[in-house]
């Protein structure tokens, strides 16, 4: 049996939480959390910060108040360095040459041990403390504790001057995280109100955001190109020390594992290395189920909404609690529950849709190849037909096809409706821009009884221009200008570059090269901040965010930001869907949950046969069995709404949507707490 599933977003700052996996069999060589991407060792420096009488602070005092040690009791407990067995963050384990405690916790998977100023040596000839410096100075994230009167002048990051601190979080009245600016936006934001009486709860939220803020800090040019070249030394002397070993017990050459063994030379390593990654995941995939299968709590609540589904999907959409889906036997109507309904027979095959319930407008491509086209119903006519159990059928829909469309796979519409809706549909190389200009009632929840509506849409909407593409593009996006008027643009990807076209003008801009002998794209999606247009490049295992210039005199500008970023996913994906602030990979058989803002990992859950079916509002997917989930059975709450979907180029029922309007790049600057 299948089972159709529904993700539910909890819009309960459920970022505030870590999930991670953490490889068991790792060598000692490797447990550095600066180093591993998807850290689980982490180092954060605490320095007591006390008032001299000139108003200057003493950043690293001797001892500590009483208020200062229930702080570190608050972190984690304290540990005897001598003998000590646990992750070690630099510190000397053997001959006590850096203190003689220290403290140390474990959070959520993560060993955490924290440079305690009052705990490293102290020297009163020595007014540099340069011991303690040595490692506090390279800690990335440094708790900051102020002790003296409120009144005191408050602490400023430019006290401490190091070439990695990039974080500094003050306390203890008012908490405050000061982030260098190159540094992308990390959460968990603020609960509300921004006032904390449990004090579990606010270890909770600090220690995760410190953690984040670490993670966030690593993905900045600076910290990613030395993480880089460290990560190479550590693998090839890992390779060095472990390989001999490999080779006594097993002598079979690596090229073995291959079905077929290609005869070049240059064909047989890309082979290699193809399933040498193969072999990674399936390594890392392995620790994920193991550790993740009773420990993870996931940010989404799955609930069965169809068990025992016996048909095939090609796609579908969300239509207020229920789904229209278009399966091998035509489209139905799926309510949780109730036993589906009819509403197109098997001659309309549709293979990609779109509901739009304020514009009361049901946008469908039906059908495959030279015969493929557009329709457009009106949903209050769709409804009134399941009403009365009309079954329509291919021949009833003349009047819905959208002329000059036959031929068109592939389909796309603006993601935030100003004052006109926009279709661009591809037929071949060519782009078919249309357009259909709102009526003044429409954005209410339904239109008004007395609303100058016919039976077909068809009228409404205008036919503008099209454009020609130097290929046919395997996927697409529309980008809204920030002016709406001859500003507008297209996101297409084709060869091996994504390219944005000038809807006015037609002219094309090269946004960004893959530098990769293969490519297989997923998605363009847009996102939005303060009004100003970004744009995530998904292909192959890269998700790469670029922001878009607006025009400037009626020339596009394209080139590098300091905003730009990218991230990587564990496997391939075939669809990425963006809920803000998570954005979500789905392959053949996982979810990967991220942050969109700096790509940190927060969930993978496996899913055995997965295929994506809607995303628009809740998220729906087919898998081969139901999967379990802490719903309590109550009615769905939607999260929130993210923009129109964009297929795939193949006949696959798996769409790829834009992002729910937010900020979708990077912010960057201090943040109060």
């Not at 789905?586 to 079916?613: C, K, M, W, Y």
């Not at 998220?619 to 709450?637: C, L, N, T």
Request: a negative charge; aromatic letters at 10%; hydrophobic letters at 35%.
């Amino acid at each position: 049996p299948a089972y159709l599933t529904c993700l539910l977003c909890h819009n309960n700052n459920s970022n505030n939480k870590l999930y991670f996996y953490i490889p068991p069999h790792l060598p000692e060589g490797t447990r550095d959390g600066r180093i591993i991407g998807g850290s689980f060792y982490e180092v954060l420096g605490v320095i007591l910060a006390m008032k001299a009488f000139d108003n200057s602070f003493f950043v690293f005092a001797e001892t500590g108040s009483e208020s200062f040690q229930k702080l570190l009791t608050l972190l984690g407990e304290a540990i005897v360095l001598k003998g000590w067995t646990g992750y070690r963050g630099g510190l000397d384990t053997k001959n006590d040459t850096t203190g003689l405690h220290s403290m140390y916790t474990v959070y959520q998977g993560h060993e955490i041990m924290f440079h305690v100023s009052t705990m490293l040596p102290y020297s009163k000839e020595n007014k540099q403390q340069v011991e303690r410096k040595r490692h506090i100075g390279n800690d990335i994230v440094t708790i900051v504790f102020q002790e003296g009167e409120e009144s005191s002048p408050a602490f400023k990051p430019s006290m401490i001057r190091s070439h990695f601190t990039r974080i500094l979080c003050t306390l203890p009245c008012l908490l405050k995280i000061f982030s260098e600016e190159s540094v992308p936006l990390f959460g968990p934001p603020l609960p509300s109100p921004p006032v904390f009486t449990d004090h579990q709860e606010f270890r909770d939220f600090l220690l995760v955001k410190l953690i984040n803020g670490e993670k966030a800090t690593l993905e900045t040019p600076t910290f990613a190109q030395k993480r880089q070249r460290t990560l190479d030394m550590l693998i090839r002397s890992l390779y060095q020390d472990l390989m001999p070993d490999i080779t006594c017990n097993n002598r079979r050459s690596f090229s073995d594992v291959l079905p077929e063994s290609p005869k070049s030379a240059r064909k047989k390593e890309e082979a290699r290395q193809a399933e040498f990654v193969r072999l990674g995941q399936v390594c890392v995939s392995n620790a994920v189920i193991t550790t993740l299968c009773n420990t993870t709590i996931i940010p989404w609540e799955s609930q069965c909404f169809c068990s025992n589904f016996p048909h095939d999907v090609f796609c579908a959409d969300s239509w207020g609690q229920s789904l229209l889906v278009s399966t091998d036997v035509g489209v139905l109507l799926l309510d949780d529950g109730q036993p589906s309904t009819p509403v197109f027979d098997k001659t309309l095959q549709v293979r990609q849709m779109h509901i739009l319930e304020t514009l009361d407008l049901l946008i469908a491509r039906a059908d495959k190849g030279k015969d493929s086209r557009l329709l457009v119903f009106r949903l209050s006519a769709v409804q009134k037909g399941i009403e009365g159990k009309q079954i329509k059928s291919k021949c009833d829909c003349r009047e819905n096809k959208l002329e000059k469309t036959k031929g068109c796979h592939l389909y796309a519409i603006n993601t935030h409706h100003g004052n006109e809706l926009r279709i661009v549909a591809v037929i071949r190389n060519k782009l078919l821009l249309i357009t259909r200009k709102f009526w003044q009632w429409e954005g209410l929840s339904s239109p008004p009884s007395t609303s100058p509506q016919s039976e077909s849409p068809m009228e409404e909407f205008q036919y503008i221009r099209e454009i020609c593409l130097s290929d046919v593009p395997a996927v697409m996006a529309l980008v809204d200008g920030p002016t709406g008027e001859n500003d507008n643009l297209i996101c297409v990807a084709y060869r091996h570059q994504f390219d944005l076209v000038n809807e006015s003008t037609g002219e094309a801009y090269r946004l960004h090269h893959v530098e990769a002998s293969r490519v297989n794209f997923v998605a363009a999606i847009d996102v939005y901040e303060d009004g100003e247009a970004g744009l995530l490049l998904c292909y192959n295992y890269v998700c790469y965010y670029r922001k878009v210039c607006p025009f400037n005199g009626g020339s596009f500008l394209v080139q590098p930001s300091a905003s730009d970023f990218h991230f990587s996913w564990n496997q391939v994906p075939y669809a990425i869907v963006c809920a803000f602030p998570y954005i979500l990979a789905f392959t053949t058989d996982s979810i990967e949950i991220r942050l969109v803002v700096n790509g940190n990992l927060v969930h993978t859950a496996v899913v055995p046969a997965l295929q994506l079916v809607a995303s628009r509002s809740d998220i729906y997917f087919r898998a081969a069995s139901a999967v379990s989930g802490p719903s309590d059975g109550s009615s769905k709450e939607a999260s929130s709404p993210s923009s129109p979907q964009t297929p795939l180029v193949q006949e696959i029922p798996v769409f790829s949507p834009s992002a729910a309007e937010g900020n979708g790049g990077p912010v960057h600057g201090p943040s109060d707490c």
